[in-house]
Structures are given as structure tokens and as C-alpha cells.
């Protein structure tokens, strides 16, 4: 049901050039919730609600090229610095000086980088599906490509402008569903399929659901399909065509450790544990607090479990000392 999250404040700021429409619940310190592909800052509506009950100030935007935020035409205007520097922009519009930040997905990414551009602005990181990853010995495509040949890879895909964009945007609704339903922990295994690379789009290798999700009621779901049904796609897929502009940009960072107090959390049956399993933090994320896999739990594993997730962040932030 849609009532308590109805009542959550919305407004737009100005954050690093561009308009970002964030939601906030609660006062208190402040925690960022990012969300990921393709997502909205509705994703975090049950931690919104828990982390305001618990006494923080959570604030959950719409990401760069998302939703009611700002979507820029130019693809280099989603790289790295780019996202980190509207993350930064956000506290600055806030009044705020630090925050812990939280992402999921392509969220935890940027959030995992911001203790690196942006570490004076960085309280404590907790990264959700996706691990950090330490810089990769070449560029990621080139690597992509060694690893799976002829055979079909999401993000090889998405790095040309056109085919994936008017491929997801034909159809929001099923785009949203397959995807939501094929990574979560309810889908059966064989839901992703393998697939030759030539001729085959994104939709083939999801499965799509005979009937409804049980974390994700049709209320729910709405909210996703009107926002893309909207904007389309190209501004989520556009943060995938920046990969090897990122690792350009991240050379001066090569050795550099995340030593701010940190928490990973994932679905145990997320597939994206297989690119990045949490054993790749090992000595990289030196104040490591905890690595939690949630049994039957999924990509979406803040919005499948909610109960779970919000009861490992309150813990994790209640054992922070700083204010």
C-alpha cells in the first residue's frame, strides 16, 4: 500500500549544475539512499520510513538521468565524476557536511567511490548487491568482451546508443516486470538465459512472470512504469556507457583503500554476486563491519526484504560512533 509513503517530503534542489528531486523522511543525521538500474528513488521506500522512525534524516533521490531529476544529452555527463559530484552537491544543498551513504545496484557503485573523490563528505558507506571492486587491470569492455565472447552480456549491449534504449522504452511495463521478476529471489533458476550475442536484445535472456510479485504489488509497480513510460530509459543506461571513462578517470585511485567504517548486504541468490563477490573487498575495504547474504533474497533485495535489510543498517549505524 501506497499511504505512508504518500505523506514523505518531496522537493527538488540544485546539485552540481543539474535539478535533483529527492524525497526526505525524519531529522537527525543524514543518510543518502541510491538507488540503481533501473530503479527510483522509490526503491527505498521502506527504509525512508525505518531509518526516519529510528531518528536519521533520510533523503532518497531520483539519480542523475532518473525520474523527475535532470537528464543531460551528453553521455559523458553520467561518468563517475559526474555522479559522485551531484552526491557531494546534494549535501552542500542540504546544509549538510557528511552523510552515510547507501546504494544499491549501480548506487553502491557510486557510493563506494565516494569515500575516493569526495572522502571529507563520507561518514560511512553501505554498498548493497554490488561490492567494491578494486580498479581492473584493463578497460572493462575489453575484458567484458575476452570473458564472454559470442555469447550475450547485458552491459556489452548497453553501450551503444539506440538498440537497448528503444528496445526497454517499446514496452516499460514488461521491460520493468521481466527485470524485476528475473533477478529477484522468487524466480526459478534458468530465469536468465544464455544466449548467443548477435541478434538477441535484453527482453530474451528475462523471463517474465505469470502472475504477480510478492514484494512488488501493482501499486508498486506503477510508480515504476509511469516514471519510465515518461523518460525512457537512456539516462539509467547511459551510467553503463561510461565504464571505461570511469576506469580513466579512477587511475589515480588505483591503490588507494576504503578505510571508512563499512557494510555490504546482498540477496543469496543476487546474480550479480557472481561479477562481484564480496571475497574482492578482501584488504580493500579495511574497516569492513559485516558482509551479509540474505537467504532467498534477490537483485532487489531491499525492496524483497525489507525487514532484514532495515534491521542490519539501524545496526550497522548504531554502531557509529562519530556523529
Not at 545496484?105 to 572522502?119: E, K, Q, T
Not at 526497454?168 to 529471489?185: M, N, V
Request: proline share 7%.
Amino acid at each position: 500500500m501506497l499511504g505512508p509513503v504518500a505523506a514523505l517530503r518531496h522537493r527538488t534542489v540544485e546539485a552540481n549544475g543539474i535539478s535533483l528531486h529527492v524525497v526526505e523522511a525524519g531529522s537527525g543525521p543524514l543518510v543518502v539512499l541510491c538507488h540503481g538500474f533501473p530503479e527510483l528513488w522509490f526503491s527505498w521506500r521502506h527504509q525512508l520510513e525505518a531509518l526516519a522512525g529510528a531518528g536519521f534524516r533520510a533523503v532518497a533521490p531520483d539519480q542523475r538521468g532518473y525520474g523527475r531529476t535532470s537528464r543531460p544529452d551528453d553521455v559523458a555527463d553520467f561518468d563517475i565524476e559526474h555522479l559522485t559530484g551531484d552526491l557531494a552537491g546534494l549535501l552542500d544543498a542540504l546544509g549538510e557536511d557528511r552523510a552515510v551513504f547507501v546504494g544499491h545496484d549501480w548506487g553502491s557503485i557510486v557510493v563506494w567511490n565516494m569515500p575516493l573523490f569526495h572522502p571529507e563528505r563520507v561518514r560511512a558507506v553501505v554498498g548493497t548487491s554490488v561490492a567494491f571492486v578494486p580498479r581492473l587491470p584493463a578497460r572493462p569492455t575489453r575484458l567484458m568482451r575476452m570473458v564472454f565472447g559470442d555469447r550475450f552480456f547485458y552491459i556489452l549491449y548497453f553501450q551503444d546508443v539506440g538498440p537497448a534504449d528503444e528496445e526497454l522504452a517499446r514496452d516499460p511495463r514488461r521491460s520493468l516486470l521481466a527485470a524485476f521478476w528475473s533477478l529477484s529471489g522468487d524466480a526459478p533458476r534458468g530465469s536468465i538465459k544464455d544466449r548467443p550475442r548477435r541478434g538477441t536484445g535484453w527482453l530474451d535472456i528475462l523471463t517474465e512472470p505469470t502472475g504477480s510479485l510478492s514484494w512488488l504489488g501493482e501499486e508498486e509497480l506503477a510508480v515504476f512504469v509511469e516514471e519510465f513510460s515518461r523518460t525512457g530509459f537512456t539516462g539509467g543506461l547511459n551510467w553503463y556507457r561510461n565504464f571505461d571513462r570511469n576506469w580513466e578517470l579512477t587511475e589515480r585511485f588505483a591503490d588507494t583503500r576504503i578505510t571508512v567504517p563499512a557494510l555490504f548486504a546482498a540477496g543469496e541468490r543476487d546474480a550479480v554476486l557472481r561479477m562481484t563477490p564480496p571475497e574482492m573487498m578482501e584488504g580493500w575495504v579495511t574497516d569492513l563491519r559485516g558482509s551479509i547474504l540474505i537467504p532467498g533474497a534477490g537483485h532487489w533485495v531491499q525492496q524483497e526484504r525489507p525487514d532484514e535489510v532495515n534491521r542490519a543498517l539501524l545496526e550497522f549505524l548504531d554502531g557509529l560512533t562519530e556523529p
